[in-house]
Each structure stands twice: as structure tokens, then as C-alpha cells.
């Protein structure tokens, strides 16, 4: 089983941004030692608790620091950009890191109504064009508008020489169509979506078309997962992303991911249907138990890859979380 770590780079109660982003580096070597296939981070803004508004900027940071895991975002949110803006921008980091650039593209707005207003001009009108923007953003990438397009004169400077590897990020049938249309790479985020949908990836490995890129189709699940030594010690170690996303269905959140006994003390005093309700979509237990789950999520989506995205207040905790998985999930770790 290929895995992989999806990084939200959150910001713990008592930390700053800049701890989280250090953190967030120190994540990605890790993973890297233990044998991750890739490192990806995504791109929220001014949503209390996460840190990183800029995939493009930390993945120049990550990959100055790393040697060979792939990074990449997850996803850049291309309705508030210009497709040759972001090609040119991942481009330099593919002629930078050769042969180690993933570009996943998403659609949400990645924060609240006033932000996507400070982002985007129209951000809903430019949704309703996602399959025009990712049909430009991959002839840039490409290079291969035809000769009577407006952008056949143009490059999306430097070209690397290799190219970076598209992914086509989201939760709905739509986001599977667009992907199997244009012969991308999918991800499907299992633990956004609100319903178990298999059938979903399966639609976009039947509709797959060649274009050229890749020659056949490629899928990751994208799942949330604590582990620890014990299932007592890894269902407290979710208390904090728990009480978190419950604080943010609320408007609350400020203070970024609670401690353990902050997030006791907050889901005692609260709705206990919010507890239920989140951990509905999370791979909580010890090593075993969290192997066996992953494997069942695996051969039930028939995911090609997994890609991990794990919330606790100590850093410490995340990294060891990881470790864990990797010492179960991967047959061997490299030197």
C-alpha cells in the first residue's frame, strides 16, 4: 500500500504560525525518512487553526529541505487565480525540484465569504468555468495550445523538463468527471465528505480518458487518521481535532487546536452529538487497528494510494502518529 501525508499545517493553542510552519517542514523530512510517497499541503485562508494561505511559497521551503519525496499542493484553489499564474508558479518548482511537483486543484473558496470577496472578483462565476480554467491550466502545463489559439504564443517560463503531475481534487461526481475527461490524476477526500462513496472513484476509473499525460488512471483517498501505542491513547489524541472542528461549526475556534484536556473540558460542556458526528469519518486506534481499517478503506474505494491527514495539538504526537502507520502499512523503511 503507497501512503502519503496531506498537511493542513495546523496551529496548536499556545503556538504561533511560524511554529506550525516549522513544524509542517520538520513533518514532511519526516516523512520522507519513513517512506512516504508524497507531502502535500493545502491552502485555507484566514481560517483559525491553520497556517498555510500559500502552498506555492512552503512547497519552495519543503523542497529545499527534502531530497526526494514528492510535494505538491492540496489542493491550489484555481477559481481565485489566473491558470497561467499558477502553471508559471509550479513550473518554477518542477524546474527547482525536477521530477518531484505534484499540482493538485480544488475548487472551494478555502475560506470564509469575505476573503473569497478579497481573493476573487466573481469566485462563483469562475467556478461555473472550472473546466475551461483546468482545460488552460493544462496546456500550460503542457505547452500545447494550438497555432490558432490566443495563448499559442506564450510559456508558462521556465519549462521544466518534466512537467508537474495534475490531480484534480474534491468529494462529488463532478470533480471524478472533470478528472476522467481530461486524463488527470483524481484525489477524493473521504474525510470531508459527508456519505461513503466508493462509487465515485470507481465513475472516474471507468470514464478515464488517455490524453497523453498519464496512460491510465491514478487515484488517492485522502482520510483522516490518529494513531497511537494504545486505542485509549490514540481516541484522547482526537479530542483536540474533535473539539476544534466543533468549534469552528460554531464560529469559535480562534485559539487554534486545543490540548487534550482544553478539548475534554469543551466537549463535556457540549452537544455530545457533535463527537458523534465527527469521528464518523476518522481512523482512530492502535497500530493494528488502524492498518486493518486503511486497508478496508483501500479495497473497498480500490484507491491506488492513501493519503494521510492527521490533527493533534502536539506536533510531537502528529509526527509519531505517522510513524506508527508507516512501521505497519509499509513492508519496509528506507535507510
Known sequence: MKISILDQSPISSGKTAGQALQASMHLAQMGEKLGYSRYWIAEHHDLPGLACSAPEVMLGYVGANTKKIRIGSGAVLLPHYKPYKIAETFNMLATLFPDRIDIGIGRAPGGSAEVTMALSDNFLEQVRKMPELVKNLLHFLNNDFSADEMFSKISAAPLPAVSPQPWILGTSEKSAILAAEHGTAYAFGHFMSEKE???????????????????????????????????????????????????????????????????????????????????????????????????????????????????????????????????????????
Open 197 to 335: 462513496r466508493p462509487d465515485i472513484l470507481k465513475q472516474y476509473t471507468a470514464d478515464f480518458k488517455v490524453n497523453g499525460m498519464l496512460k491510465r488512471p491514478a487515484s488517492i483517498l485522502a482520510v483522516s487518521a490518529i494513531c497511537a501505542e494504545t486505542t485509549e491513547k490514540a481516541e484522547e489524541l482526537a479530542l483536540s481535532g474533535r473539539a476544534w472542528q466543533t468549534q469552528l461549526a460554531k464560529g469559535e475556534g480562534k485559539n487554534g487546536i486545543p490540548s487534550v484536556e482544553e478539548a475534554r473540558q469543551y466537549l463535556n460542556s457540549d452537544d455530545h452529538q457533535s463527537i458523534d458526528n465527527s469521528k464518523r469519518h476518522m481512523v482512530v486506534g492502535n497500530p493494528q487497528e488502524v492498518k486493518a481499517e486503511l486497508q478496508e478503506l483501500q479495497a473497498v474505494y480500490e484507491a491506488d494510494e492513501l493519503m494521510i491527514v492527521t490533527i493533534t495539538h502536539s506536533y510531537e504526537d502528529r509526527i509519531r502518529s505517522y510513524g506508527l502507520i508507516a512501521d505497519q502499512v509499509l513492508s519496509s523503511r528506507p535507510e
